[in-house]
């Protein structure tokens, strides 16, 4: 009942306020203010310029649009004095490179749409010129810059970026996302924030309630719109854009770019878009991932992925991922019952348990984190050193943006795929043979021969672990006039060698015969216990 007056109460101010129910402004008076660079203004000589798209694999599209040079320092930029001591704060030492190139595209007014790989640092790439952006524009009440993600985690890792480097225009936020109280959300807006970082459908609830309005929006930004189009936010999208202002600047960010999302990019880039491309335009694949595969049957994966715990190093954090919610939980309390220590993150967690989970994860407390697919994009944890996809995903895209959780920022990274014989699509097995050819990986000849009509019948091989990748061969197909298999080089050996320093035993010890901590047991009163609760003790 509380509840209910809360919005009453904040239904009339809105009102008191003028903020009509929600429709596109129709007339604005006020003109934006977009252009902060000299786009035609030549810091590098054309040749360092093409040498440095090249190398970074950058593709610049654009219609009768004069494309600014990349800023490859960060001196370039020509950020104000207060951002820049923020900057410098981090020990960036240079632009990544989807930030030198999307920096001066912004700054000249452009709306663009970036097709990139996660964990490329495109956060900053956009927010850095946005509030270069809304700091310029004149306040009128209702927030300036919008972000819309499809995940309360990235949501939640944006709003700490925005806190950061917000200190140096003083500027206020909001992250408002489902699955919580609505509240604090509501209170939040309330205080009439410059930013607004939101996932589609809570900030409908609030558009709906007239708490908040988007009027005078001049910065619209979507991060990962594949991944809202893939959880069915598109008409939701499309609602929120119809209460902008039709000349706000856009910035589009997606990790894949098939025909949904382009249609999409279309229509919500209402000025001529520049668009850039860090990869392939198809399926992008970071090449600092060192991807493997293991060929079995369904009965073998758990015996296997004891063996692989087993061979990490102490140092390893460890995600893995499974497709249904009780598989997440039923191998979360398997490996916890058999000392390896384990929590799992999937949709029906509580905000509550959610966050606690990746406080513990991100900061090594836990380094093993069993999670289904809504930690798949916008996870943050930088120094996640192996994913194991133990169940394959339903889609070869989402491949990619598992194994996108390791290998960040310029790191290298590892992932291993279960492959199973008897409930795997060949077809998508030949996708993912595509995919370890494009990415210059080694192809395991289990996986070739079950992809190429070579398909396996159950029984063909015993009920017994098989090691990691000890048939592999190159993108090629295997050569029969080789009468010898040892001369066969094992690459996939030689690549794990630096993996597999000494075992998983610091994690095993120090968990096997622990208690649950107390913080723990009081998040997930409510909620079905983690498998430690009830670990064997060896």
Same mark, same amino acid.
């Given at each position: 009942?509380?509840?209910?007056?809360?919005?009453?109460?904040?239904?009339?101010?809105?009102?008191?306020?003028?903020?009509?129910?929600?429709?596109?402004?129709?007339?604005?008076?006020?003109?934006?203010?977009?252009?902060?660079?000299?786009?035609?203004?030549?810091?590098?000589?054309?040749?360092?310029?093409?040498?440095?798209?090249?190398?970074?694999?950058?593709?610049?599209?654009?219609?009768?649009?004069?494309?600014?040079?990349?800023?490859?320092?960060?001196?370039?930029?020509?950020?104000?004095?207060?951002?820049?001591?923020?900057?410098?704060?981090?020990?960036?030492?240079?632009?990544?490179?989807?930030?030198?190139?999307?920096?001066?595209?912004?700054?000249?007014?452009?709306?663009?749409?970036?097709?990139?790989?996660?964990?490329?640092?495109?956060?900053?790439?956009?927010?850095?010129?946005?509030?270069?952006?809304?700091?310029?524009?004149?306040?009128?009440?209702?927030?300036?810059?919008?972000?819309?993600?499809?995940?309360?985690?990235?949501?939640?890792?944006?709003?700490?970026?925005?806190?950061?480097?917000?200190?140096?225009?003083?500027?206020?936020?909001?992250?408002?996302?489902?699955g919580a109280d609505k509240r604090p959300q509501e209170m939040a807006l309330a205080r009439d924030p410059d930013i607004v970082v939101a996932t589609p459908g809570r900030l409908i609830d609030f558009l709906d309630a007239q708490v908040?309005?988007?009027?005078?929006?001049?910065?619209?930004?979507?991060?990962?719109?594949?991944?809202?189009?893939?959880?069915?936010?598109?008409?939701?999208?499309?609602?929120?854009?119809?209460?902008?202002?039709?000349?706000?600047?856009?910035?589009?960010?997606?990790?894949?770019?098939?025909?949904?999302?382009?249609?999409?990019?279309?229509?919500?880039?209402?000025?001529?878009?520049?668009?850039?491309?860090?990869?392939?335009?198809?399926?992008?694949?970071?090449?600092?991932?060192?991807?493997?595969?293991?060929?079995?049957?369904?009965?073998?994966?758990?015996? /296997?992925? @004891? =063996?692989?715990?087993?061979?990490?190093?102490?140092?390893? !954090?460890?995600?893995?991922?499974?497709?249904? $919610? #009780?598989?997440?939980?039923?191998?979360?309390?398997?490996?916890?019952?058999?000392?390896?220590?384990?929590?799992?993150?999937?949709?029906?967690?509580?905000?509550?348990?959610?966050?606690?989970?990746?406080?513990?994860?991100?900061?090594?407390?836990?380094?093993?984190?069993?999670?289904?697919?809504?930690?798949?994009?916008?996870?943050?944890?930088?120094?996640?050193?192996?994913?194991?996809?133990?169940?394959?995903?339903?889609?070869?895209?989402?491949?990619?943006?598992?194994?996108?959780?390791?290998?960040?920022?310029?790191?290298?990274?590892?992932?291993?795929?279960?492959?199973?014989?008897?409930?795997?699509?060949?077809?998508?097995?030949?996708?993912?043979?595509?995919?370890?050819?494009?990415?210059?990986?080694?192809?395991? /000849?289990? @996986? =070739?021969?079950?992809?190429?009509?070579?398909?396996?019948? !159950?029984?063909?091989?015993?009920?017994?672990? $098989? #090691?990691?990748?000890?048939?592999?061969?190159?993108?090629?197909?295997?050569?029969?006039?080789?009468?010898?298999?040892?001369?066969?080089?094992?690459?996939?050996?030689?690549?794990?060698?630096?993996?597999?320093?000494?075992?998983?035993?610091?994690?095993?010890?120090?968990?096997?015969?622990?208690?649950?901590?107390?913080?723990?047991?009081?998040?997930?009163?409510?909620a079905p216990v983690f498998g430690f609760f009830n670990s064997k003790k060896e």
């Open positions: 009942m509380d509840h209910q007056n809360n919005y009453t109460k904040q239904k009339d101010f809105a009102v008191l306020l003028n903020r009509n129910p929600q429709t596109r402004p129709q007339t604005n008076s006020t003109p934006i203010q977009k252009v902060f660079i000299d786009p035609s203004q030549k810091i590098y000589q054309d040749i360092v310029v093409n040498e440095y798209l090249e190398q970074h694999s950058i593709v610049v599209e654009s219609n009768q649009i004069e494309v600014p040079q990349p800023f490859i320092e960060w001196k370039d930029c020509q950020f104000p004095n207060q951002l820049n001591k923020r900057i410098s704060l981090k020990a960036f030492q240079k632009p990544t490179p989807i930030q030198a190139s999307v920096f001066p595209i912004i700054m000249s007014g452009h709306d663009l749409i970036g097709i990139a790989q996660t964990g490329s640092g495109k956060t900053i790439a956009y927010l850095l010129p946005g509030l270069v952006h809304i700091e310029c524009q004149r306040k009128k009440g209702g927030p300036m810059m919008l972000i819309l993600v499809p995940t309360r985690e990235l949501a939640m890792q944006i709003q700490e970026h925005i806190c950061y480097f917000s200190e140096a225009y003083n500027l206020n936020s909001a992250c408002i996302y489902g908040t309005n988007l009027h005078n929006v001049t910065y619209l930004v979507l991060d990962e719109a594949d991944r809202m189009l893939d959880m069915g936010f598109e008409q939701q999208v499309r609602k929120i854009d119809s209460y902008i202002r039709e000349d706000r600047q856009t910035v589009f960010f997606s990790a894949t770019w098939p025909k949904m999302v382009q249609n999409l990019a279309c229509d919500l880039c209402h000025n001529e878009p520049i668009n850039l491309y860090i990869g392939s335009q198809e399926v992008t694949i970071n090449k600092n991932i060192t991807q493997e595969t293991i060929c079995l049957y369904q009965n073998e994966k758990q015996e /296997e992925l @004891l =063996y692989i715990m087993e061979e990490l190093s102490n140092k390893d !954090k460890v995600l893995i991922f499974v497709e249904t $919610k #009780k598989d997440c939980e039923d191998l979360a309390n398997y490996l916890s019952e058999h000392g390896f220590f384990c929590l799992s993150l999937h949709g029906d967690r509580t905000q509550q348990q959610r966050d606690y989970v990746m406080k513990e994860f991100k900061a090594s407390r836990c380094k093993l984190l069993c999670a289904t697919d809504v930690a798949s994009r916008g996870l943050d944890v930088r120094d996640i050193s192996l994913v194991i996809n133990y169940d394959f995903p339903n889609q070869i895209d989402n491949y990619v943006h598992r194994i996108g959780r390791t290998g960040r920022a310029g790191d290298k990274g590892r992932s291993i795929t279960m492959i199973t014989l008897d409930t795997m699509d060949p077809r998508v097995a030949k996708q993912l043979v595509d995919l370890l050819k494009d990415s210059e990986q080694v192809v395991n /000849e289990d @996986l =070739y021969d079950f992809a190429y009509s070579k398909p396996y019948q !159950k029984g063909k091989r015993p009920n017994q672990r $098989k #090691k990691l990748n000890d048939k592999p061969i190159t993108t090629q197909p295997k050569n029969n006039n080789n009468p010898n298999p040892n001369n066969n080089i094992n690459t996939q050996k030689q690549q794990q060698k630096q993996f597999n320093q000494k075992p998983f035993s610091p994690v095993k010890q120090s968990t096997s015969n622990m208690p649950p901590p107390p913080e723990l047991k009081k998040a997930f009163s409510d």
